[in-house]
């Protein structure tokens, strides 16, 4: 059975940093590409960084504060988000894609206020 499952948000002032984790299970995780989502409240979800074979992809609004790694070993992709934003407020999801294959996990909440 696929699971994804994140970690790692909270609430954190203007300016903070946050790291999010995500650890799969039940699939080949190393054959996947692995990327980072958000959802702000009354808006579509958005693609905020994807991690493939030629290496990290960025959000315009995110590029020089977020970093998208993976560690196959353990079978984890994180998020570092650096110099956050109130903007950058939004339910995180990460997401493993293999062709058809397409899994999500359930979110987890970054609030960025003062």
């Known amino acids: 059975q696929v699971h994804l499952v994140e970690s790692g948000g909270g609430l954190v002032q203007p300016g903070g940093s946050l790291r999010l984790s995500c650890v799969a299970s039940?699939?080949?995780?190393?054959?996947?590409?692995l990327g980072w989502y958000r959802q702000a409240p009354g808006k579509e979800r958005e693609l905020v960084a994807n991690?493939?074979?030629?290496?990290?992809n960025y959000a315009d609004s995110v590029k020089g504060r977020f970093t998208i790694s993976r560690d196959n070993a353990k079978n984890t992709v994180y998020l570092q988000m650096n110099s956050l934003k109130p903007e950058d407020t939004a339910v995180y999801y990460c997401?493993?894609?293999?062709?058809?294959?397409?899994?999500w996990g359930q979110g987890t909440q970054v609030t960025v206020s003062s």
């Open positions: 991690s493939t074979v030629a290496g990290g």
């Open positions: 039940g699939f080949k995780f190393s054959w996947f590409e």
């Open positions: 997401n493993a894609v293999l062709v058809s294959y397409v899994y």
